[in-house]
T-cell receptor, first 114, second 116 residues
Framework: AQSVTQPDIHITVSEGASLELRCNYSYGATPYLFWYVQSPGQGLQLLLKYFSGDTLVQGIKGFEAEFKRSQSSFNLRKPSVHWSDAAEYFCAVGGYSSASKIIFGSGTRLSIRP | SQTIHQWPATLVQPVGSPLSLECTVE??????LYWYRQAAGRGLQLLFY??????ISSEVPQNLSASRPQDRQFILSSKKLLLSDSGFYLC???????????????FGAGTRLSVL
């Protein structure tokens, strides 16, 4: 079965500290992986995506993610968080066809400690 | 550039009343369109998706329906709202038949629905 697991419901980090949000997926074919961010009361904004090539992908706002096929993981990282990074983060997996559905994880809420 | 609009942004409706949420996309043709619901503190649940006018696929049995009367218009409806229909509704679009790098969903700003 296709699924995405984000094991951390809520994470709090201090401003300036590093961040890693975990994501594990189960997908029967070659996965196409995403991270989205959602500010309170807003839609989802794409942070980054991976579909092939270099397993370390760079995104907007200083975020990066690393695809590890052996661990079925696609963890999101940022070396130094800012207060404006406080939001909900969603990992998602889809297929290569434009008709493929995208399956979302349940999200991780990030709070920033001043 | 492509944009996606959802309205209204916020809606408060009594139980048993009808519902109509609208989503339109500009700057692209023949998009795939999606309706998601996000319950408080939960992830996204795909409700409906459409690959063309009049072509609607339902993901979960529920009190809601969707229609696509025009290529870039997607409407979410209900004849009688239930309390459990409360939530945050998101519309999204993606390129139909595009390359793998185009297989991305772009989201609207959402509609907050409260059923009282």
């Amino acid at each position: 079965a296709q699924s995405v697991t984000q094991p951390d419901i809520h994470i709090t980090v201090s401003e300036g500290a590093s961040l890693e949000l975990r994501c594990n997926y189960s997908y029967g074919a070659t996965p196409y992986l995403f991270w989205y961010v959602q500010s309170p009361g807003q839609g989802l904004q794409l942070l980054l995506k991976y579909f092939s090539g270099d397993t370390l992908v760079q995104g907007i706002k200083g975020f990066e993610a690393e695809f590890k096929r052996s661990q079925s993981s696609f963890n999101l990282r940022k070396p130094s968080v800012h207060w404006s990074d406080a939001a909900e983060y969603f990992c998602a997996v889809g297929g290569y066809s434009s008709a493929s559905k995208i399956i979302f994880g349940s999200g991780t809420r990030l709070s920033i400690r001043p | 550039s492509q944009t996606i609009h959802q309205w209204p942004a916020t809606l408060v409706q009594p139980v048993g009343s009808p519902l109509s949420l609208e989503c339109t996309v500009e700057g692209t043709s023949n998009p795939n369109l999606y309706w998601y619901r996000q319950a408080a503190g939960r992830g996204l649940q795909l409700l409906f998706y459409s690959v063309g006018i009049g072509q609607i696929s339902s993901e979960v049995p529920q009190n809601l329906s969707a229609s696509r009367p025009q290529d870039r218009q997607f409407i979410l409806s209900s004849k009688k709202l239930l309390l459990s229909d409360s939530g945050f509704y998101l519309c999204a679009w993606s390129v139909r038949g595009g390359t793998v790098s185009e297989n991305i969903q772009y989201f609207g700003a959402g509609t907050r629905l409260s059923v009282l």
